[in-house]
């Protein structure tokens, strides 16, 4: 049973996501919050102040979404996470999966967070993304503004945990950012770490 | 996909269910032709009506059949399944309309700009249930990072 202390800060809730953020229909809840600053921010209205949320209980959220469980279940979708980063909310994710269990869950993590966040979802989520930017620790900071050695640290014990079937590792060309030469270079070392499943890909900075 | 995609793929979705479960189920064509979300009152609808109709089943001891009975339509959509993992997305120009992209919501706008939440529009200044302004102080998070 959840005990609703959890909350999480929840900017949009996004139903019938297809095709980008999961198996099936999918819903994709965007949580406020990211220790990272990337000059490319997918969505940067996660770590801009003036940004609103509810603060959700995971009672709150499943209230929210069960509207789309017939969709979840013929299609084998479920529930995303993403932000900014959901991993600053383990307790929020971990307590709402355990609300509807035989959903499809996955997050989307650069996984810049300590390992006790990963590790407390870790049972309850099936699917993994993980945006690594770049394995390079100086492009990494010069991207982010921080250095990347919890990001690789937690990913070579994700692997172990989880198993590589369950990861997706997103690997972007960063416009005068990364090289190709950098790119090459981190997908070696993420298949040496045993990393399967790679989405090698390029940003397009919208106008 | 735009939200008229969606709403095609959702709809084949709900005649599968109906017809995996003997649930008389007709769709009308939909005339609508402003900017389609992917649903609509009407879609909703049919989603409660099947709800309701299934769990009818269940009370007269009949089998459902919902698990993965989809699965189908949306690989004929160009969906992930669990076991595939992403087609590697090729370096692209710049997309000529919006799309949407892993973890993308393209457009929050804040309560001061007149967003309309859940069909209520908020005043300036008011924060809607469970609602809160940043703390910029407080920091993220159930870590200290």
Known sequence: MTSDRAVAPVVTVARHRMTTDGTGVT??????GCPLRCRYCLNPYTTAPATRFRTLTPSALYDEVKADALYFEATGGGVTFGGGEPLLYPAF????CVLAPHWHYTVETSLHVPWVAVETVADAVHEWIVDIKDTNPAVYRRYTGQDNTLVLQNLERLLSLVGAEHITVRVPHIPDVNTD???NNSVSRLQAMGVKRLDVFSYTVRP | MNGKDKCRILKEIRREIAAQNDIALTIADCRFQGACRGTCPKCEAEVAYLEKELEKRRLSGKAVAV???AAAVMLSAGGCTPDAPPAPTEPTSAPTEYEELIGDVPYIPSADEGEVLDGYAPE???FLLGEEPLDETEGYGDYDL
Do not use: C, K, N, Q
């Open chain 1, 27 to 32: 819903t994709l809840v965007i949580v406020h």
């Open chain 1, 93 to 96: 994710i971990r307590d709402f």
């Open chain 1, 181 to 183: 030469d950098d790119v």
């Open chain 2, 67 to 69: 698990a993965g009975i």
């Open chain 2, 124 to 126: 300036e200044d008011e």
